[in-house]
C-alpha cells in the first residue's frame, strides 16, 4: 500500500515540475518574442525623385509595399563600399525566392555616375533583375535626402558617405540603421526583416 | 556511501534541468543572445542597460531578454559543472575501488567541462546546426553517465533489489535494440531541424507553419522510424512486465515510464507536424526524448546484471 503511495507521489510530483516547467517556457518565449517585436519607427521618408538604371523615375511611392534596404556608395569607391556591395549581394541572394524585399544602393557621386556605369556596377554585382535598384539624382536632392530624409550625415560627398544600411518599412518609415560592414549587425537587420514581413502577412 | 547517490541523483535531475534550458535558448533564439564567450557583452553580469555597453560593441547587437536567457543558461550549467565535479570527487573518496561507478563519474566531470568549452564553440560558430547538435549529444551522453552510476549506487547500497527477480529471456537484447533505435531516430531528429534551418535560410519570409512540408524524406523517415520504436516499445515493454517474476518495483516503473515517455514523444512529434512546431512543443520533443533514453539505460543495466543469460 505504501509503494502504491509513494509510486502516485511521484507522478503527482513529476506532473507539477513538467507543468511548471512549461509555464516558465512558455513566459520566456513570450518575452523572447517581445522583444524582438519591438522595431521602433526611427522617422519618416519625404518624397524624393531619382532616376534609375534604364532612366525610369524611382520615388517614395517605388519604395511603398515592400521592405527597402538603402545605402549610400559610389561606384569608384576603393574603401568600405566593396564590402557594402558584397554585404548588399548576400542580400540579395538570400531574398531571391521574394519580392517583398527591395535593396536600395544610392549613388552619391552623381558625377561619375552616369546611367551606364550605374547599370554595369550593377552587372558586375551581379544583379539581374529589380530587386537591387540603383538611383542617380542630383547632388542637391541627395544631400537633403541623406541628411533630412535618411537622418545620416553628408558633408564631404561623395568621399564621407555613411556605411549604414536602411531598413525602411512598407509605408516608407525607418525602423533601423545596421553597420553595412559587421555580420552581427546585419543578422538583427535580416531578423528585423522577417518580423516585419510576418507582422505585414498576419495583417493582410 | 549515500550521500553519493544523493549527489549523482540530484546531478542528474539537474542535467535534465539544463538540457530542458538549452532547448528553451535554443527556440527562442537567444542563442547568441551573448555575441561573445565566455562573458557576456564583455562582462561577467550581463548589462541591464544599454549605457552600460562596451565602446567596441554595436547597441544595436543588444536585446537585454535575449542576453538574460543565454546568460542563465551558462549559469545554470556552471552551477551543474560544479555539481558533477563534487559528484566525481565523492566516487573517488567512496568508491575508488568500484570502476563501474568510478570511471562514469570522472568521465562525466571531464564531459561537463568539455560541453562549457563546446558550448563557447556554439556562439563562436553562429549556431552552425551541426555543432549545436553536438552540443546536444555531449549533453545527452553526461545524462545517461549520470544515470547509470545513480543505478550503480544504488545497487552498491541495496544488493538485494533485485534478488527475487526474474527477468524474460533476452530482456537486455530487446531493450538494446530499442536503444539503438532511439540513437538513430535522434540523429534523424537532428537532421530534420538542420533541414529547418536551411529552409529559414532559403525562404526566410515563409512563416514557420509551412517549414516542416519542405524539409521532405527525412523528416517521413523520422516520423515512421518513431511510430516503429513506440510500438516496439509497448511490445517489448508489456512482454517484460508479462512474462517476468518477482520484478523489482523500480523496473515495474521504469517499464511503465518508458512507455508513457513514447507515447508522449509521438504525440508531441504528431502536434509538431499538425500544428506546425510551436515554440513550446519543441522543447518538450527534445527534452522528452532525453527522458526516454534515461529509461532505456535503466532498465538495459537491469537487464544485463540481473536477467538470465541470453
Not at chain 1, 512549461?22 to 524624393?48: D, T, Y
Not at chain 2, 562573458?39 to 561577467?44: L, S
Not at chain 2, 555597453?53 to 559543472?81: C, H, K, M, Q
Request: proline share 4%; hydrophobic share 45%; net charge neutral.
Amino acid at each position: 500500500m505504501s509503494q502504491d503511495n509513494s509510486f502516485f507521489k511521484a507522478v503527482v510530483w513529476t506532473a507539477t515540475s513538467i507543468f511548471l516547467l512549461a509555464v516558465v517556457a512558455l513566459f520566456v518565449i513570450n518575452r523572447a518574442k517581445e522583444s524582438r517585436a519591438e522595431i521602433p519607427v526611427l522617422g519618416k521618408l519625404p518624397n524624393f525623385r531619382f532616376v534609375e538604371r534604364d532612366g525610369r523615375p524611382f520615388g517614395l511611392s517605388d519604395m511603398k509595399g515592400k521592405l527597402n534596404v538603402a545605402d549610400f556608395i559610389f561606384t569608384s569607391c576603393r574603401g568600405p563600399c566593396p564590402v557594402m556591395a558584397t554585404k548588399m549581394g548576400e542580400l540579395y541572394d538570400l531574398y531571391k525566392t521574394t519580392d517583398k524585399v527591395q535593396l536600395i544602393s544610392i549613388s552619391v557621386d552623381p558625377e561619375c555616375d552616369s546611367l551606364p556605369v550605374l547599370q554595369e556596377y550593377a552587372l558586375r554585382q551581379g544583379v539581374n533583375d529589380n530587386r537591387w535598384v540603383f538611383l542617380r539624382g542630383e547632388m542637391d536632392s541627395i544631400k537633403t535626402l541623406s541628411e533630412k530624409g535618411f537622418m545620416l550625415a553628408a558633408d564631404d560627398l561623395p568621399g564621407n558617405h555613411s556605411t549604414k544600411f536602411v531598413l525602411v518599412d512598407q509605408k516608407g518609415k525607418i525602423r533601423g540603421y545596421y553597420d553595412g560592414l559587421s555580420d552581427a549587425s546585419i543578422n538583427i537587420l535580416k531578423a528585423d526583416i522577417r518580423q516585419l514581413a510576418l507582422e505585414s502577412e498576419e495583417k493582410e | 556511501m549515500k550521500i553519493f547517490r544523493q549527489f549523482a541523483f540530484i546531478s542528474t535531475i539537474a542535467t535534465y534541468i539544463v538540457i530542458f534550458a538549452g532547448g528553451l535558448v535554443r527556440v527562442s533564439g537567444a542563442g547568441l543572445g551573448c555575441p561573445d564567450w565566455p562573458k557576456c557583452f564583455g562582462r561577467w553580469f550581463p548589462p541591464t542597460n544599454i549605457s552600460q555597453l562596451p565602446p567596441n560593441i554595436d547597441p544595436s547587437l543588444f536585446n537585454i531578454t535575449l542576453a538574460w536567457i543565454e546568460y542563465v543558461n551558462r549559469l545554470a550549467g556552471v552551477i551543474l559543472g560544479f555539481l558533477i565535479l563534487i559528484t566525481a570527487f565523492l566516487a573517488i573518496k567512496y568508491y575508488r575501488k568500484e570502476m563501474r561507478i568510478l570511471i562514469p563519474s570522472l568521465l562525466a566531470a571531464i564531459l561537463v567541462a568539455f560541453q562549457g568549452w563546446q558550448g563557447g564553440q556554439v556562439v563562436e560558430s553562429e549556431l552552425a546546426s551541426h555543432i549545436v547538435s553536438i552540443h546536444m549529444g555531449v549533453a545527452f551522453l553526461i545524462v545517461s553517465l549520470l544515470i547509470y552510476v545513480t543505478q550503480q549506487a544504488y545497487y552498491y547500497e541495496y544488493p538485494d533489489e533485485e534478488k527475487k527477480s526474474d527477468y524474460p529471456n533476452k530482456s537486455s537484447f530487446w531493450i538494446g535494440l530499442l536503444w539503438l533505435l532511439t540513437i538513430v531516430q535522434i540523429v534523424l531528429g537532428t537532421e530534420v531541424r538542420s533541414g529547418l534551418e536551411l529552409i529559414e535560410k532559403e525562404f526566410p519570409l515563409l512563416p514557420e507553419t509551412s517549414w516542416l512540408g519542405k524539409v521532405g524524406l527525412v523528416s517521413h523517415i523520422h516520423t515512421f522510424l518513431g511510430i516503429v520504436i513506440v510500438i516496439g516499445t509497448f511490445q517489448v515493454g508489456s512482454r517484460i512486465l508479462r512474462l517476468s517474476k518477482g520484478a523489482s518495483d523500480m523496473v515495474k516503473q521504469v517499464i511503465w515510464g518508458m512507455m508513457t515517455l513514447g507515447l508522449v514523444q509521438v504525440l508531441i512529434g504528431a502536434v509538431l507536424v499538425v500544428i506546425g512546431l510551436p515554440d513550446i512543443m519543441e522543447i518538450f520533443h527534445l527534452w522528452v526524448a532525453s527522458l526516454y533514453v534515461g529509461a532505456i539505460l535503466v532498465l538495459f543495466s537491469a537487464f544485463r546484471q540481473y536477467g538470465r543469460a541470453k
